[in-house]
């Protein structure tokens, strides 16, 4: 079923840098009042700037837990009236898992579950309720075809992907089952060029076309978003899963 954006109020998480600064601009075009949450004070200053009656922003750190705690607490009373959730803020370490430094590792690693997988888990968890009492609502996890198959430089990262892909489904699964008006969407990106993607790989595609797939999709009600050449991927994980793995690694 479509999802009509007008009139909507979204929190997007990342949402003043990257795909998350482009989902911002898309879903403001579209009527959507954008609460923009990100680390970068000077970078969310910029976005309500350029546009200052449809921004929110709020700067955090959302690898602390009791900041998030308090973001969901916050929601219910700042913004009652939000019925879109966007996760998409993510952190991607490479690491040596043999050669590397094992504190360093640990502690990245910590960095990435803690953004990667806990924040969207708190954040889907503690505002469902709230949207599912909404006329319409929609929560937007931002995945990877690493999810899939992972890559060996980024052990941590692939873990916490493969874990958004996994709750993402159930929740779906029991918002269908209870007849919830959330709709609960799974954006598969490709290699896109951003900040976190600097050095690594090639055939990137751009933020902009990300963020317009991300959109679309969500407007036309899919449940899975396969994003630039991740399209391909999901016939070659059926039909190959070899393939996949080895492209990937």
Known sequence: MAFEFLDSK????GGARGIGLEISKLLIERGV????LGRNEEDLTQLQQQFPQAVTPIAMDLTDPQA???LVADMAWAHPDLNM???NAALQVEMDALAGDPAQNIMNGRREIALN???LMTLSLGLLPQLARQ???LICNISTGLALAPKAASP???ATKAGVRHFTRAIRYQCEDAAAPVQVSEAIMALVDTDMTKGRGSGKISAQQAAREVVDGLARGKDEIWVGKAKLLKYISIFAPPLAAKMLR
Not at 10 to 13: G, I, S, W, Y
Request: proline share 0%; glycine share 0%; charged share 15%.
């Open 117 to 119: 997988l806990d924040a």
């Open 156 to 158: 941590v990262y692939c």
């Open 10 to 13: 979204a929190l997007v998480t």
């Open 135 to 137: 006329e319409r609502a």
């Open 68 to 70: 998030v705690d308090q």
């Open 85 to 87: 959730l966007v996760n």
């Open 33 to 36: 009042h954008v609460v923009a």
